[in-house]
């Protein structure tokens, strides 16, 4: 009776978060470190290089809640806005996560959080996931070669971390979405169809694109032809660029969709985006979301990357033959909230 409630309560919250079509999304980093190597990914190159950052391990519970509640009493955060616990680092290593999944809870969040899946986190006997409404599962691959050449990690042991993490979710309530975004690279591509019957055995939504330089400066330098010559050709061996490359460039203008949310580090600072992660200024000094707004129009780094870069190109781009699953109720989804109601 207990899950089944929880059901009901997960379903209300659900259906009120859907009464706002253009949610905002608040991204708030837990952890400030990642422990992949992702030759692509801004924090992955920083790893691989040994560049070592000033930044705290991770967000305190205190110091979490008291975020939550600015961004609620600003505006920046309301109903209709998902919470998402992390914006380029890996929220499974935060030593205190069942605590932060309960302040998120408390304080009314829809949450949400992106893992590659190499660690399980840390929950307690009292574990409650019900406002977790999607989690997402960020893999290179799906073997132990792919693995070696990006994320570097157990291929074996992340396959058993991701099926861990949705059944122990689904038996603490949470009746969200399960997302493999899986990354496709010219070394991978074998690999799609096993990754989609492996993702489909678990109810979880299949989610394939091409992989990309998630790094704005590099992508720019890339577009600018100044891309140096060991990285352009890393490139050109393991990526797809074409594909996202193929969108038409837009003329240069003053709103970018990132604009409207809102990304935090681990210190408290509100970095421009999920692309790029320069501090725009501590996240007390913006008093309401036209402020923010107002200092993305006026940085130059926004207007640098609106004016050389179309920001769809870093937009994840369908694979061909496969479609982006979404996060619809059908009937599969269905089965496994009953089943987990039931458990």
């Keep these: 009776m207990t899950q089944f409630l929880k059901a009901l309560a997960a379903a209300k919250r659900f259906w009120e978060y859907k009464r706002y079509p253009s949610a905002r ?42 975020m939550i509640r600015f961004l609620k009493e600003h505006g920046f955060l309301t109903k209709g806005d998902r919470l998402v616990l992390n914006v380029w680092n890996e929220p499974c290593l935060h030593p205190e996560f069942s605590k932060i999944i309960k302040i998120g809870h408390q304080e009314g969040c829809l949450m949400s959080l992106n893992t590659n899946g190499s660690i399980r986190p840390r ?9 977790i409404g999607n989690v997402g599962f960020s893999m290179p691959g799906f073997s132990q070669a792919s693995y070696d050449r990006i994320h570097q990690f157990d291929f074996e042991r992340i396959k058993s971390n991701i099926e861990w993490i949705v059944k122990t979710f689904r038996e603490h309530g949470c009746f969200g979405f399960f997302m493999l975004r899986f990354h496709v690279y010219r070394f991978n591509v074998h690999e799609i169809e096993p990754a989609r019957k492996w993702a489909q055995s678990l109810g979880v939504c299949f989610q394939p694109y091409y992989a990309y330089i998630n790094d704005s400066l590099r992508m720019q330098q890339y577009l600018r032809g100044e891309l140096s010559g060991e990285y352009l050709a890393n490139v050109s061996k393991d990526l797809f660029m074409d594909r996202h490359c193929a969108y038409s460039r837009r003329e240069a203008c003053c709103v970018c969709d990132f604009m409207s949310n809102v990304y935090i580090d681990v210190d408290g600072f509100v970095i421009h985006c999920c692309l790029d992660s320069t501090r725009m200024g501590c996240l007390t000094d913006f008093e309401s979301p036209e402020q923010l707004v107002k200092a993305h129009r006026n940085s130059r780094i926004c207007k640098k990357c609106l004016a050389d870069l179309n920001h769809c190109v870093m937009r994840p781009s369908p694979v061909d033959g496969y479609v982006l699953e979404k996060q619809r109720v059908t009937s599969k989804y269905l089965y496994q909230a009953l089943k987990t109601c039931f458990l």
């Design 25 to 66: 999304g608040v991204e708030v980093e837990i952890t400030g470190a990642c422990n992949a190597r992702c030759y692509y990914c801004q924090v992955g190159y920083d790893n691989l290089k040994q560049i070592r950052h000033e930044k705290k391990a991770y967000l305190s519970v205190d110091e979490f809640q008291r």
């Design 123 to 131: 929950i307690s006997d009292d574990f409650d996931a019900v406002s």
